[in-house]
């Protein structure tokens, strides 16, 4: 995983959006005391997603119990558990009048079920306060307890997501906690699961992954059952995490993108600024309606 000290090339120019429904989103979700990935992990899309009335939220607090080597939010010592979560978040779902929510969270390997009571918490809220909102999770791998995801898949939502982040090679060097095996049972957990939901996973690329390399993970997700995948670049959050060992061309994506649908992953949305949430409402959509999601039609 070698350094790239370049700068970052024009493809990976980053929207802002700061203007007044902008503004408005970010005084609501510190008004309701609600966490986003969109600020807690830096995403790139915060102006475009805030400045559209839309957000991923950020459950079971804003300090992860984990270090990974490629993630900007804050680690240590976590906070307390608030049990007026998931109904602020559901009241934020409805001011936002949102169709498709995600719902993530910090790794909480200091709760007994990693927060997964808390998962369902919330969309047993969103699904009291806004009935039509479609609900995705985008969850931790609970340390693979099947009681926890079953805390989770009992609440049926329509999507379960859980990201593998990386190939196998890197895995151990990104995500020093966890496991890559695991990550691909959690994921085939949820295929199998008696009430189904879309499954979906996401990845990183630029660490210095080769074509093998994405070869070999694109065969495991769909062994595991994953209907939907998204790809994007790795980007640095600050010099002590993992480097850049590439800026990866769009032409690359789109190849990555063609191999994992040989590979027999239903639905693939792969480019530069790809975030697993990043307009998750169109891409279920679309893979409902049998269309592609292009890169380009999303940025």
Not at 223 to 237: E, H, K, N, S
Not at 240 to 258: G, I, N, R, S
């Amino acid at each position: 995983m070698a350094a790239n000290t370049c700068k970052k090339p024009e493809w990976l120019k980053q929207r802002v959006c700061d203007n007044k429904i902008y503004s408005d989103v970010r005084n609501m979700m510190k008004e309701l005391k609600l966490h986003t990935v969109c600020e807690n992990a830096n995403c790139p899309n915060i102006g475009e997603c805030f400045g559209h009335r839309t957000a991923t939220f950020l459950i079971l607090g804003g300090i992860c119990t984990r270090a990974c080597k490629y993630c900007a939010v804050p680690k240590g010592r976590p906070e307390f558990l608030d049990k007026e979560e998931p109904e602020k978040l559901a009241a934020a779902v409805v001011r936002l009048g949102l169709k498709h929510v995600v719902i993530t969270s910090v790794t909480r390997d200091d709760l007994p079920d990693g927060g997964a009571a808390q998962f369902a918490e919330c969309i047993k809220m969103v699904r009291l306060y806004a009935e039509k909102t479609s609900i995705e999770v985008l969850v931790p791998d609970f340390k693979g307890s099947k009681k926890s995801l079953d805390t989770v898949l009992n609440s049926q939502p329509e999507v379960f997501n859980h990201n593998i982040e990386t190939v196998e090679r890197f895995f151990s060097a990104v995500r020093p906690v966890g496991s890559y095996h695991e990550s691909l049972r959690v994921l085939q957990y949820a295929s199998d699961y008696v009430t189904r939901p879309l499954v979906k996973s996401g990845m990183m690329v630029g660490f210095g992954e080769t074509s093998d390399d994405m070869k070999r993970t694109f065969n495991d997700l769909s062994g595991a059952g994953v209907d939907i995948i998204t790809i994007g670049q790795y980007l640095r959050p600050s010099d002590k995490h993992v480097p850049v060992a590439e800026y990866v061309t769009p032409d690359t994506f789109e190849h990555y993108k063609e191999l994992a649908v040989q590979f027999g992953i239903a639905h693939v949305v792969s480019g530069p600024l790809v975030r697993s949430s990043y307009k998750a409402g169109i891409v279920v959509e679309n893979y409902r309606k049998g269309q592609a999601s292009s890169y380009m039609q999303l940025f």
